[in-house]
T-cell receptor
Framework: RKEVEQDPGPFNVPEGATVAFNCTYS??????FFWYRQDCRKEPKLLMS???SGNEDGRFTAQLNRASQYISLLIRDSKLSDSATYLC???????????FGQGTELSVKP | NAGVMQNPRHLVRRRGQEARLRCSPM?????VYWYRQLPEEGLKFMVY????????ESGMPKERFSAEFPKEGPSILRIQQVVRGDSAAYFC??????????????FGEGSRLTVL
């Protein structure tokens, strides 16, 4: 079983749509959680951290369910510029390295 | 603007040759991570280094791959006797402290290795 698993995608949505990405992790000792964004053939960049209480940053909302070992990202009012691959990232308590999911591709169409 | 600098951006090697990829972390960053991304796949952790020390190399293949981060100069990922399966994008990332604190790694633009 992969340490971090994401929806396979791709997601093709119209502008203005709401889209949700799901992610599960296998190590119950994981301590920190994040969403990164990677544009085509470019470097990944931190999008937002994920807190137990849930957190929001503009049109983006991240949720964490430790009991189910599940993380989500909700994007409201999708823009063309949101088209990218979204990477679920987990840090375990073993050395602090980031473990990336395989990513879910989002394509927002006019 | 001294971000994470990787070179070369593109490297072509024939089977059996050596590939050396270099990474200069952001100014003030002493932690370096190397990741590999195969086509259509996610980033796979390879190695985590601090100056002159390998902290975690659990993702490094047992043979042909090595990494260093000397006291002076860039971090280097070295692949000896390359094979076609080594073709990938190799991303370097840096952080000021351990990434466990903030989760934010600053990535370079990657080095794309093609093995003919």
């Amino acid at each position: 079983r992969k340490e971090v698993e994401q929806d396979p995608g791709p997601f093709n949505v119209p502008e203005g749509a709401t889209v949700a990405f799901n992610c599960t992790y296998s190590n119950s000792a994981s301590q920190s959680f994040f969403w990164y964004r990677q544009d085509c053939r470019k470097e990944p960049k931190l999008l937002m951290s994920v807190y137990s209480s849930g957190n929001e940053d503009g049109r983006f909302t991240a949720q964490l369910n430790r009991a189910s070992q599940y993380i989500s990202l909700l994007i409201r009012d999708s823009k063309l510029s949101d088209s990218a691959t979204y990477l679920c990232v987990v840090i375990t308590n073993q050395g602090g390295k980031l473990i990336f999911g395989q990513g879910t591709e989002l394509s927002v169409k006019p | 603007n001294a971000g994470v600098m990787q070179n070369p951006r593109h490297l072509v090697r024939r089977r059996g040759q050596e590939a050396r990829l270099r990474c200069s972390p952001m100014k003030g960053h002493s932690h370096v991570y190397w990741y590999r991304q195969l086509p259509e796949e996610g980033l796979k952790f390879m190695v985590y280094l601090q100056k002159e020390n390998i902290i975690d190399e659990s993702g490094m293949p047992k043979e042909r791959f090595s990494a260093e981060f000397p006291k002076e100069g860039p971090s280097i990922l070295r692949i000896q006797q390359v094979v076609r399966g080594d073709s990938a994008a190799y991303f370097c990332a840096s952080s000021r402290g351990t990434s466990a604190n903030t989760g934010e790694l600053f990535f370079g633009e990657g080095s794309r290795l093609t093995v003919l």
